[in-house]
T-cell receptor, first 113, second 116 residues
Framework: DQQVKQNSPSLSVQEGRISILNCDYT??????FLWYKKYPAEGPTFLIS?????DKNEDGRFTVFLNKSAKHLSLHIVPSQPGDSAVYFC????????????FGKGTSLLVTP | NAGVMQNPRHLVRRRGQEARLRCSPM?????VYWYRQLPEEGLKFMVY????????ESGMPKERFSAEFPKEGPSILRIQQVVRGDSAAYFC??????????????FGEGSRLTVL
């Protein structure tokens, strides 16, 4: 029962361009959404989050957009850098159980020079 | 500034054996979480522990799996009588109190269990 879906297993982008990673969810009870980044042989690291009361959150080169009516969120990275090459996981949680994250399967981003 | 430490990094067991995975949280973190990542899947929440207490084990299989976080020492995830379907990467995460409900967890590098 995959409640968080990342339908693109991989994405390749040129350095300097925008990377857009997409995520869809099915559970309308989710109220907190996060993106994690994972390098090979490492654990996921928190990148950015957004509460369901907002539709946009920005942190430097990273912006997350939330469209509640479409149950869709996206992560924009601009400009993309080769060091951004990693697997990006979308995750969501419900109120009072923020630790019980529901993760997507991940999108592998490759930023080429 | 040691991060979340997990060991062993790799563990091979034969069917029917026991697997024990250990996790030391980041310094100052009192909340520990275990997640499992099956092949080709996203991470799935298993259990949330504080010192000497299991807070939420709703994601833990009902049989063969147990977890503890004793007063002294690391958290332990124990899998008895392992089966091939237990082969996965097991990630431990920790958080300080103020992150416990925001999902901003600090993950270890994971322990990869292979059951032959």
């Amino acid at each position: 029962d995959q409640q968080v879906k990342q339908n693109s297993p991989s994405l390749s982008v040129q350095e300097g361009r925008i990377s857009i990673l997409n995520c869809d969810y099915t559970n309308s009870m989710f109220d907190y959404f996060l993106w994690y980044k994972k390098y090979p042989a490492e654990g996921p690291t928190f990148l950015i989050s957004i509460s369901s009361i907002k539709d946009k959150n920005e942190d430097g080169r990273f912006t997350v957009f939330l469209n509640k009516s479409a149950k869709h969120l996206s992560l924009h990275i601009v400009p993309s850098q080769p060091g951004d090459s990693a697997v990006y996981f979308c995750a969501a949680s419900v109120a009072d159980s923020g630790y019980a994250l529901n993760f997507g399967k991940g999108t592998s981003l490759l930023v080429t020079p | 500034n040691a991060g979340v430490m997990q060991n062993p990094r790799h563990l091979v067991r034969r069917r029917g054996q026991e697997a024990r995975l250990r996790c030391s949280p980041m310094k100052g973190h009192s909340h520990v979480y275990w997640y499992r990542q099956l092949p080709e899947e996203g991470l799935k929440f298993m259990v949330y522990l504080q010192k000497e207490n299991i807070i939420d084990e709703s994601g833990m299989p009902k049989e063969r799996f147990s977890a503890e976080f004793p007063k002294e020492g690391p958290s332990i995830l124990r899998i008895q009588q392992v089966v091939r379907g237990d082969s996965a990467a097991y990630f431990c995460a920790s958080s300080p109190w103020d992150s416990a409900n925001t999902g901003e967890l600090f993950f270890g590098e994971g322990s990869r269990l292979t059951v032959l």
